[in-house]
T-cell receptor, first 113, second 112 residues
Framework: KAGVTQTPRYLIKTRGQQVTLSCSPI?????VSWYQQTPGQGLQFLFE???????NKGNFPGRFSGRQFSNSRSEMNVSTLELGDSALYLC????????????FGNGTRLTVT | KQEVTQIPAALSVPEGENLVLNCSFT??????LQWFRQDPGKGLTSLLL?????REQTSGRLNASLDKSSGRSTLYIAASQPGDSATYLC???????????FGKGMKLTVNP
């Protein structure tokens, strides 16, 4: 069974630009979550989607948004990039119940210059 | 606000030692607790998941325990190997939320 797939693996963008990251969950998983990982703040929750609906949102500015499609694939968008947005962005999926473990992809490394 | 702490931040040991990794959390109203490992430049690999009603879980050389009332979990690694070198993170799920709150992790180095 294929794991969580994130594309692209690496991205370099300029301050002020926008970026879209993609995540394909494990087949059959309906819940997709996004996390930001930085050396200073560690792993922080961005948002979670289930059946195309955002169920939970973390404490990030409105520049961070996401969506989920009917096939459970998800995208995350960051507009007006800032230097502080440089981070590893991780996507995770699970079948849909909290009793199941969360499975992570290898992430997208975003560098903002 | 839930806070998860892992101390120490780093540990270096010789191969073969039995290890105990600690995780503490401030709010005992958790749904479950999950241990992960992260290799450099990679995502997180789920090691063990303990539901709030459980006391421990085992997988191979790994054993995780949970004491919800005291806000503590430990990950026991038996007979450590160089391949165990990685950063280990614990995370709790609050009741009714999909959000995981992570500790900062503990970087483990097992020397041959």
């Amino acid at each position: 069974k294929a794991g969580v797939t994130q594309t692209p693996r690496y991205l370099i963008k300029t301050r002020g630009q926008q970026v879209t990251l993609s995540c394909s969950p494990i087949s059959g998983h309906r819940s997709v979550s996004w996390y930001q990982q930085t050396p200073g703040q560690g792993l922080q929750f961005l948002f979670e989607y289930f059946s195309e609906t955002q169920r939970n949102k973390g404490n990030f500015p409105g520049r961070f948004s996401g969506r989920q499609f009917s096939n459970s694939r998800s995208e995350m968008n960051v507009s007006t990039l800032e230097l502080g947005d440089s981070a590893l962005y991780l996507c995770a999926s699970r079948p849909g119940t909290l009793q199941s473990p969360l499975h992570f992809g290898n992430g997208t490394r975003l560098t903002v210059t | 606000k839930q806070e998860v702490t892992q101390i120490p931040a780093a540990l270096s040991v010789p191969e073969g030692e039995n290890l105990v990794l600690n995780c503490s959390f401030t709010d005992s109203a958790i749904y479950n607790l999950q241990w992960f490992r992260q290799d450099p430049g990679k995502g997180l690999t789920s090691l063990l998941l303990i539901q709030s009603s459980q006391r421990e879980q085992t997988s191979g050389r790994l054993n995780a325990s949970l004491d919800k009332s005291s806000g503590r979990s430990t990950l026991y690694i038996a007979a450590s190997q160089p391949g165990d070198s990685a950063t280990y993170l614990c995370a709790v799920t609050q009741g009714g939320s999909e959000k995981l709150v992570f500790g900062k992790g503990m970087k483990l180095t097992v020397n041959p």
